[in-house]
């Protein structure tokens, strides 16, 4: 049986996600914020303490991102996984501008603005923003040409990407100036699959 680990709160969700939108049958072990990451047993699992991490009869990977395209290449058929070599390749492009050009400022509002409020620092939310206007508008301005990533239908590229800029609605993060990347975002994060992930521990 596979094995996904890690509380539906933290990036585990989004490979929770993806074994919901694959149909894979898999056990959730909800593993929470309060230090169990850093015990031996869950070393074994992922030696970096982070979730998730995923136990596929062992086989073990960590990263959310290597985890959902795993997952998809195994256990999806097309269109999730798409059935084309550009296909794949646009979805390592897509999951990989995700992490790197959006995930950092997205954390740095989020770790400026969800705080007591007397710890709070708009400034370093204020330059998250920023940061976030060149990505913001890339997507955009694809977006406005085709309804997902990878064209008209939602892929592995829709699902890691939506589930970075998750924390968008959490953080206040205005999207008006986007608007086809607002609707984009409302539409994959409304799917069933993820509506049930989130719900879980
Ligand atoms: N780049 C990693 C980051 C994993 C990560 O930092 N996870 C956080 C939760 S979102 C975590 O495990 N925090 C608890 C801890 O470090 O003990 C990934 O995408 O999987």
Redesign the pocket.
């Known amino acids: 049986m596979i094995k996904l680990y890690?509380t539906s709160m933290?990036?585990a969700a989004r490979s929770l996600w993806a074994l919901e939108e694959a149909g894979v049958k898999y056990e959730h072990v909800p593993v929470g914020?309060t230090g169990e990451?850093?015990k031996p047993e869950y070393l074994k699992i992922n030696p970096n303490?982070?979730?998730?991490a995923l136990d596929d009869n062992g086989t073990f990977l960590?990263?959310?991102?290597a985890i959902n395209l795993y997952i998809a290449e195994k256990y999806a058929k097309a269109p999730l996984w798409p059935s084309t070599v550009e296909g794949h390749a646009a979805c390592y492009q897509w999951s990989f501008w995700g992490m790197t050009e959006m995930e950092t400022p997205l954390l740095e509002i989020f770790m400026s603005r969800m705080r007591p409020a007397d710890q709070r620092d708009e400034k370093v939310a204020q330059a998250g923003i920023e940061k976030l206007k060149t990505p913001l508008k890339v997507l955009d301005d694809h977006l406005q040409k085709s309804d997902y990533l990878l064209g008209k239908e939602f892929t592995i590229a829709d699902l890691n990407v939506a589930s970075v800029m998750s924390l968008a609605p959490l953080i206040q993060l205005d999207l008006s100036a986007n608007p086809a990347a607002q609707k984009w975002l409302q539409k994959c994060l409304e799917r069933p699959a993820n509506q049930r992930a989130v719900a879980m521990k």
């Open positions: 890690g933290s990036r914020f990451t850093r303490g982070h979730m998730p960590w990263e959310s991102m």
